[in-house]
């Protein structure tokens, strides 16, 4: 069992940043891929990052390629979602979540554990 805990969400305005932790319980969390997704008011869940167990590789959305970046740490249960020039467009609640796959990240149908969630709230 993991769970997962997000912070560092609020209030930014337009070409901020933000910094997003994740702290994930349990020994167990480098057995984990971790992901972000994102939902908006009105929308589906959508796939914003992902990072393997290892934290060598990295997988984004087109959307935010370039302005986000993810990272672990795993001697500290802890992933984190840099987020830089931040858009409106990008205002919503921000989830973790953990999963044992080694692939398909993009689906969140993937992931076992999910974080209750952060919002982000970009101004123009």
């Known amino acids: 069992q993991v769970q997962l805990v997000e912070s560092g969400g609020g209030l930014a305005q337009a070409g901020g940043s933000l910094r997003l932790s994740c702290a994930a319980s349990?020994?167990?969390?480098?057995?984990?891929?971790m992901g972000w997704f994102r939902q908006a008011p009105g929308k589906e869940r959508e796939f914003v990052a992902a990072?393997?167990?290892?934290?060598?590789?990295?997988y984004y959305a087109d959307f935010v390629k370039g302005r986000f970046t993810l990272s672990r740490g795993n001697a500290k249960n802890t992933v984190y979602l840099q987020m830089n020039n931040l858009r409106p467009e990008d205002t919503a609640v921000y989830y973790c979540?953990?999963?044992?796959?080694?692939?398909?990240?993009?689906?969140?149908?993937?992931?076992?554990?999910w974080g209750p969630g952060t919002q982000i709230t970009v101004s123009s």
């Open positions: 349990g020994r167990t969390f480098s057995s984990y891929a």
């Open positions: 990072i393997d167990r290892s934290g060598t590789n990295t």
């Open positions: 979540a953990g999963t044992s796959s080694d692939r398909n990240y993009g689906f969140s149908r993937v992931y076992a554990y």
